[in-house]
C-alpha cells in the first residue's frame, strides 16, 4: 500500500493520526506501517462508544447432553467410525495458539512453557503427545494446523522446529497466523505503542477459520478431502485431541459442531455452560449466567445448565464455510494497552485504559444448527493453564497430569 492510499484508508475512520511521525521513520518502518494499515480492519473501533457491554441475548433454555453412560454405551461403534474416518484422513487437528497468555506473564508464546519438575516438560510437548497417541493408535498421521499471531509466529515455529516437533511427522504441520485487530482509547482512537506501529492484538479465537480462509491454509483441507477440524486449546494439557470416539459420535448423530463438556465442579464455576438460545445450540458465559439460571433443575432434578465448555470442538468443515462470511459479534473488552505519549515514549500503563475488539469461537457455536454436548471426564480431560499459581494453574494442572500418570 502506498503513503496516500494509507492516508485516505486512516481518513475514512478518522485515525490519520497513526501517520503523525511518518516522515520521520526509516524506510522499513515506513513499510511495515503501511503494511499495517493495510491488513489493519478499523471499522470495529466505530464500535467503542458501546463500550465494554453484555451483548443481546435470546431466550435461554437447556440443551440435552451425551452423558458419559450413554457414551459408555456405545463407546465401541463411535470409535470404530470415528477410527475409520481418521484412517481416510477426514479429520485435521487446529491448534489456538494465537491468544497472549497474559494472565501466565511469560514473555515467550504459552507452548513453550516448561511445566516439568524433574525434566523439561513444554506445554506444546503434551499436546503434541496426546495427538502422537491417536497417531500411534490409527497408524497414520493426522494434519495439523497450528494457529499463531503476529506477536508469537516466529518463537513458536523455531522452538517447534528446534524441538522437532516433539516427534510429529513435520509435512503434516501447518502454521498460520490470525488477524490483527487494532486497540483503542475509549473513545475509539487507535493507540501508537510506537512511532510506526499501531497497538494490536490478535482477534480472537473466534477469527480462527476465517483466518486459515485468507491465509490459504483452506486449500490443504480441501486438497486432503478433510471433512471435520478439531479446534482446541493450547493451554489444556490434558485434553484428548482427535478423540476417535468423540469424532465418531459427532459424525454419526450428523451434527454440525461436537462440544466436549466437563460437568461443573460447582454452580458458579468459571467456565461457559451449553444452552439453547432461541431453540438453537449456544453458550451462556458464566459471568452471565444468572442466578436463576445457576439453581434452574431440568426434569430429572439435575442442575439445568451443568456442562462447561472446556474449548475442544469437531466442526464439520462444510458448515463452517456456510458461516464464514457472516458477521460474528465482536467482544469488546477492557485491557492495559502500550502507548506513545507526548513525548514519543512508550509507556506500559498499570491499569486499563482502552478497548480491545475480539471475536470469540463459542458465538460460532450459536451460528450453527446442530451440536452434539460431549461429555468427557473431568479428572481426564481438563487442565487448562491460565495462571501461574492457584486455580487453572500450572500448579493445578501438574497435579491432574501427575494423577493420569504424567511423569513431570
Ligand atoms: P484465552 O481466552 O485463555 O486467552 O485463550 P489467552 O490470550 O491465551 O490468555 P490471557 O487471557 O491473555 O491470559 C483461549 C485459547 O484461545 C487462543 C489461546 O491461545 C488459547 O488457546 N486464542 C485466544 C487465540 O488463538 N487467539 C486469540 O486471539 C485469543
Keep these: 500500500m502506498k503513503y496516500e492510499e494509507a492516508l485516505k484508508k486512516v481518513s475514512e475512520y478518522g485515525q490519520e493520526h497513526v ?5 520521520s521513520l526509516s524506510e522499513n518502518e515506513k513499510k511495515a506501517l503501511l503494511q499495517q494499515i493495510e491488513q489493519t480492519d478499523f471499522s470495529v473501533l466505530a464500535k467503542a462508544c458501546e463500550g465494554e457491554k453484555e451483548l443481546m441475548r435470546g431466550v435461554i433454555t437447556p440443551i440435552p447432553a451425551m452423558k458419559l453412560s450413554e457414551i ?7 470409535t470404530e467410525y470415528g477410527t475409520q474416518m481418521l484412517r481416510e484422513g477426514r479429520v485435521g487437528a487446529v491448534l489456538l495458539a494465537g491468544g497472549m497468555g ?25 499436546l503434541i503427545r496426546n495427538l502422537l497417541d491417536v497417531v500411534e493408535q490409527i497408524g497414520k498421521h493426522i494434519h495439523l494446523f497450528v494457529m499463531t499471531s503476529e506477536k508469537n509466529h516466529e518463537k513458536t515455529v523455531s522452538f517447534l522446529k528446534e524441538k522437532k516437533f516433539f516427534g510429529y511427522d513435520e509435512n503434516y504441520v501447518t502454521f498460520f ?40 491454509v483452506l486449500d490443504i483441507v480441501h486438497k486432503a478431502g478433510i471433512e471435520y477440524l478439531n479446534i482446541f486449546a493450547v493451554d489444556n494439557v490434558l485434553q484428548r485431541i482427535a478423540d476417535p470416539c468423540f469424532i465418531g459420535a459427532t459424525a454419526l448423530k450428523n451434527c454440525a459442531v461436537g462440544a466436549k463438556v466437563i460437568k461443573k465442579a460447582a454452580p458458579d464455576e468459571k467456565v461457559g455452560v451449553m444452552c439453547l438460545e432461541d431453540g438453537r445450540p449456544s453458550i451462556v458465559e458464566y459471568y452471565e449466567l444468572t442466578k436463576e439460571l445457576m439453581e434452574a433443575k431440568d426434569a430429572n432434578g439435575e442442575p439445568a445448565y451443568n456442562y462447561g465448555v472446556i474449548l475442544n470442538y469437531l466442526f464439520r468443515v ?10 460474528m459479534p465482536l467482544h469488546i473488552v477492557e485491557k492495559k494497552i ?12 498499570e491499569a486499563p485504559n482502552g478497548y480491545k475488539y475480539e471475536s470469540l469461537v463459542l458465538d460460532m457455536i450459536h451460528m450453527l444448527d446442530s451440536c452434539l454436548v460431549f461429555e468427557v471426564v473431568r479428572e481426564k480431560e481438563f487442565a487448562p493453564i491460565k495462571n501461574p499459581t492457584g486455580v487453572d494453574s ?15
Design 19 to 23: 501517520l503523525e511521525y511518518f516522515q
Design 72 to 78: 459408555a454405551e456405545k463407546k465401541d461403534s463411535f
Design 102 to 126: 497474559t494472565r501466565l506473564g511469560s514473555d515467550n508464546p504459552k507452548g513453550m512453557y516448561n511445566i516439568g519438575l524433574t525434566k523439561e516438560v513444554y506445554i506444546f510437548e503434551r
Design 177 to 216: 497466523m490470525q488477524d490483527m485487530a487494532p486497540a483503542s482509547d475509549y473513545n475509539g482512537k487507535v493507540y501508537m505503542e510506537t512511532k510506526g506501529l499501531m497497538s494490536a492484538s490478535p482477534n480472537g479465537n473466534g477469527g480462527w477459520f476465517s483466518s486459515m480462509k485468507r491465509a490459504g
Design 318 to 327: 462444510k458448515d463452517l464455510e456456510e458461516i464464514v462470511s457472516k458477521e
Design 338 to 349: 502500550p502507548y506513545l505519549n507526548e513525548a514519543g515514549e512508550t509507556v506500559k500503563p
Design 394 to 408: 500450572v500448579e493445578s494442572a501438574r497435579a491432574l497430569l501427575q494423577l493420569n500418570g504424567v511423569e513431570l
